[in-house]
């Protein structure tokens, strides 16, 4: 038996580290509302032309507000797979700068920025951080933005 101990301890080592999730679930699920209900206004209003498959979205990587604990990465991953899944969606890629040159029509960038919007709010179970996510869809080679959106609401701190 002691000379399996070690080999069953680095086993069970080996598959704790593997089960060990990337990010709190509590934090894919605070995000994924966020980027459901961003994606959800991009393609249910009509700034991208039809059909909307065939229109690329550049996603410049988002402003977000220190105070509210996010990294900017979590925010871009979140809008990235909330774009990614809706059906006959646009194409997604993460927008850099040598893709501002050249003039294709159906390239657009989309910027976004997360603010505090108030102090946070106490409960008697947790603490709500109050947000403004602000998006801005433009062609890649114009600088005024042909869509603007707000979308407020508060994110759970324990989430976070």
């Not at 990010?23 to 959800?40: I, N, V």
């Not at 603490?127 to 759970?156: F, K, N, Q, V």
Request: proline share 7%; net charge negative.
């Amino acid at each position: 038996m002691k000379t399996h101990l070690p080999l069953l301890l680095a086993t069970l080592l080996l598959a704790g580290c593997a089960a060990a999730p990337e990010q709190s679930t509590a934090l894919r699920q605070a995000l994924f509302g966020l980027g459901e209900r961003a994606a959800e206004q991009l393609t249910a209003t009509p700034p991208l032309p039809s059909p909307v498959a065939d229109q690329v979205l550049l996603l410049a990587e988002p402003d977000v507000d220190q105070r509210l604990g996010l990294s900017n990465e979590r925010l871009l991953e979140s809008l990235t797979r909330a774009l990614l899944a809706v059906s006959d969606g646009p194409q997604v890629l993460a927008w850099r700068e040598a893709m501002a040159e050249g003039n294709v029509d159906n390239h657009w960038r989309l910027d976004s920025r997360l603010a505090s919007d108030g102090p946070r709010l106490q409960l008697s179970d947790r603490e709500l951080l109050p947000y403004r996510l602000t998006l801005e869809l433009r062609h890649t080679e114009s600088d005024a933005p042909d869509w603007r959106s707000e979308i407020s609401g508060a994110l759970d701190a324990t989430a976070l």
